[in-house]
């Protein structure tokens, strides 16, 4: 099984545990032992599973302005976490890489392998509510012909970007690419660093 196997077979597996009660506030139950890579997939996935579904209670037109100020205060804690575990995640690759000496004219990539575990997480959310809608009983058929044609292209994608994970790992495994992390260091939750935050101070 490639990596990338792997994450879409334990992606998938997240998506039904959290659609068994379909509801945000369900507590996760991860089946994996910490602090196993599967573990921190897992995680990973059921963060922006439940995000998603934040999301989408947040555009109610008819929600009451103090529960959206709540989810928004959620969902920026949740976007938080998300970017904590991608750091993590790196963090995994970088230790299990570390005695591979790059090739003199190896190359950095555009991103990270847990940034393109990110975009797989967010796919398979796609993939799976984007074939709802193609098979919805309750739609038109222009509406499902529509989505249908949808689903085909995030189908693709996850083929492609599923490839192209797999290869930047093979390439830093033999040394012809190598990883550099930034951390993100997002500025609007420091309090020491969000004018908003440390001008409520004086």
Sequence with gaps: MTFSERCQSIFEQVIADYHKADHVDTPIANPYATPSIDYFLYLKCWIDTVQWHLEDLIRDPE???VEA???KRRIDKSNQDRTDL??????YFLDLYKEVKPLPDATINTETPAW?????SILALKIYHMREQAERVDATPDHREQCARKLAVLL???VDLSS?????????????KY????KQMKMYNDPSTNP???????
């Excluded at 393109?116 to 797989?120: G, H, I, S």
């Excluded at 192209?164 to 012809?176: C, F, P, S, W």
């Excluded at 990883?179 to 930034?182: I, N, R, S, T």
């Design 63 to 65: 929600i009451n302005p």
């Design 69 to 71: 100020l709540a989810l």
């Design 86 to 91: 991608v750091e993590m995640i790196d963090s």
């Design 116 to 120: 393109a575990v990110d975009r797989l």
């Design 156 to 158: 693709e994608q996850q």
């Design 164 to 176: 192209a994970l797999d290869q930047l790992l093979a390439d830093i495994a033999a040394g012809r």
């Design 179 to 182: 990883m550099k992390v930034y």
């Design 196 to 202: 908003v935050l440390y001008g409520a101070k004086k």
